[in-house]
Nanobody
Framework: QVQLVESGGGLVQTGDSLRLSCAAS????????MGWFRQAPGKEREFVAA????????LYADSVKGRCTISRDNAKNTAYLQMNSLKPEDTADYYC????????????????WGQGTQVTVSL
């Protein structure tokens, strides 16, 4: 199995950028498909972005398309989520997840989850 640790969250202002990182340890990172999800207070955890183990054809939620970029560096066992033009509605805990089979936006199909990193966007 794989252990995931997110970092890079924080308090930023509207329009700022953040890069979240997801460091993996355990089994070979390169075989896992990776996803990012977020959960705002009182809301369901929702899909943000996903990238297959090959690193090609990322998938994005409509709410972040054009503002976020998911990437991975298999040599560093790390996945990233670059977020630009942040809005207050992006405020949430952000979680990375890994799956053996490609899971895309399907939360239930991810096998492993990190503990999350908090992102707060102020006006």
């Amino acid at each position: 199995q794989v252990q995931l640790v997110e970092s890079g969250g924080g308090l930023v202002q509207t329009g700022d950028s953040l890069r979240l990182s997801c460091a993996a340890s355990g089994r070979t990172f390169s075989i896992y498909n990776m996803g990012w999800f977020r959960q705002a207070p009182g809301k369901e955890r929702e899909f943000v972005a996903a990238i297959p183990w090959t690193g090609g054809s990322p998938l994005y939620a409509d709410s972040v398309k054009g503002r976020c970029t998911i990437s991975r560096d298999n040599a560093k066992n790390t996945a990233y989520l670059q977020m630009n033009s942040l809005k207050p509605e992006d405020t949430a805990d952000y979680y990375c997840a890994a799956s053996v089979s490609y899971a895309g936006s399907s939360r239930s199909r991810y096998d492993y989850w990190g503990q999350g990193t908090q992102v707060t966007v102020s006006l």
